[in-house]
């Protein structure tokens, strides 16, 4: 589904990414770890078309993702959560989770402004997905609200629930655990094996929780100072000399 070949992005004299490459396949969930600064967000990033690189492919489901403008990713299949979180405060939870079904819509701003039938009708299809998935995700308690306020794991959840609006087909995950409690992190990585069964989703996930990353992926890829050090199964990433050096250190 997707394959990342020599990826290499710079900021002026910083090099964040060096020649990257790794592939995911249809369904498969993928974790990416690293140290900070090791580039796993610059990847989203990149990925996400927010980011341009000097060097390299993205390919996703054929299509040469480099050349996509950022707004057409949600029409081509790829949602996304944000490691700050993206939500509108003042918006109700419901229409935060409306904004990923933004692109779905058909009418034009004459329509719109009439509030036509056919606009109303749209409105009514959207607001039924929404809540549907509000619902899902044990959210519908809050639906009217804003999101201001509200609890922090909350806030992960409907952050979730609007990237699954756009109906993704590869789902990114930025440090979605992140902030959580214990408690918090075994509902969360219960909820996303259960989603990508249930709507067929392709994951990959960024996130420093060893223990959520190791439990949930199928196949892991460590960066460390913008290159790939490793990967394969979380046992074989785990075991690997470099990695515990990137994150434990090595006597000097």
């Known amino acids: 589904m997707l394959d990342i070949s020599r990826l290499t992005l710079r900021f002026g004299g910083i090099t ?21 600064g090791a580039g796993k967000t610059s990847l989203f990033n990149c990925l996400t078309r927010r980011y341009t690189p ?18 057409t990713l949600a029409e081509l299949g790829i949602g996304r959560t944000f490691q700050n979180l993206g939500l509108f405060p003042r918006m109700s939870v419901r229409d935060n989770v409306l904004v990923g079904a933004h692109h779905r819509g058909r009418t034009g701003f004459g329509a719109a402004g009439l509030h036509l039938p056919r606009v109303r009708s749209e409105e009514r ?9 509000l619902a899902r995700l ?11 306020g509200l609890p922090f794991g909350t806030l992960k959840r409907i952050e979730l629930a609007r990237a699954l609006a ?29 989603l990508r069964a ?39 990433v785990r075991e690997h000399p470099e990695v515990i050096a990137a994150y434990l250190g090595t006597a000097a």
């Open 16 to 36: 964040a990414l060096t020649d990257v490459g790794f592939q995911v396949a249809p369904g498969e969930l993928v974790g990416l770890i690293g140290p900070n």
């Open 54 to 71: 000097e060097d390299g492919t993205i390919t996703f489901r054929g299509a040469d993702l480099l050349t996509a403008r950022p707004h």
């Open 125 to 133: 299809t959207l607001r039924a997905e929404a809540d549907a998935l």
């Open 138 to 148: 044990d959210l519908a308690d809050v639906a009217d609200r804003p999101a201001s």
């Open 166 to 194: 756009v109906r993704p087909r590869l789902l990114l995950l930025d440090e979605p655990v992140n902030g959580l409690s214990h408690g918090e992190v075994g509902e969360f990585a219960a909820l996303v094996r259960a």
């Open 198 to 236: 249930e709507l067929d989703l392709t994951v990959i996930v960024v996130e420093h929780h060893m223990g959520f990353v190791m439990g949930l992926c199928d196949r892991v890829v460590c960066l460390d100072f913008g290159r790939v050090i490793a990967a394969g199964t979380p046992q074989q």
